[in-house]
């Protein structure tokens, strides 16, 4: 899907699209704006550095005018012993003057749903249990799981999107996927 077109009567129009690589520098200073330089020291960001996010599963929003206003990117994981695959959400990022007008709701939306219709079988993340509680995510599919590195045990959720998909599943997550290659790296392009 290329572009879904969102908005309403308290909320501002904008686009969900599938990013490119002309999105790359808009979304670093989103992210740097929103989140901070301390983004890149998170557990999370061990599992993406150097990884480029899993395909068809990187989507920006846009407002009416093209600005870039949000972001949210999947990533190819493995699960501890057992090796079942799954996929790592974030980071999730909305302008921060646009918080509360669903960007971030449509954006979470439409990946779950991409993720679905690629026949993905669970997506874990770190982040804010009631947040995340309205899209199906828990604490309970992680309990034998672990994050490399800290990580806050409570804010570990999953969702599984196929019944079963996280049972007997143990250890800590391992990066997976798509590297980046070695020109990205040396142009400055950012997973």
Not at 154 to 182: D, H, N, Q, W, Y
Request: hydrophobic share 45%; glycine share 12%; proline share 4%.
């Amino acid at each position: 899907m290329n572009q879904v077109v969102v908005g309403g009567v308290d909320a501002p129009a904008f686009s969900i699209l599938c990013e490119t690589a002309q999105d790359l520098t808009e979304r670093e200073a989103l992210l740097d704006r929103v989140m901070g330089s301390k983004r890149k020291l998170k557990s999370s960001e061990t599992l993406r550095r150097g990884r480029l996010p899993a395909e068809g599963l990187a989507f920006v929003a846009r407002d009416d005018e093209g600005r870039l206003i949000g972001s949210v990117r999947l990533w190819n994981v493995r699960l501890g012993t057992g090796g079942q695959a799954a996929l790592l959400l974030g980071p999730l990022a909305v302008e921060t003057a646009l918080s509360g007008c669903g960007v971030g709701s449509a954006l979470m939306r439409h990946a779950l749903a991409e993720a679905r219709r690629l026949e993905h079988p669970a997506v874990l993340l770190v982040g804010d249990a009631v947040y995340y509680e309205r899209f199906g995510f828990s604490s309970a599919p992680t309990r034998a799981l672990a994050m490399p590195g800290p990580y806050e045990t409570e804010r570990f959720l999953a969702l599984e999107l196929v019944p079963g998909a996280l049972a007997g599943a143990t250890g800590t997550l391992r990066a997976c996927g798509r590297k980046m290659s070695i020109r990205s790296r040396a142009h400055g392009l950012v997973a």
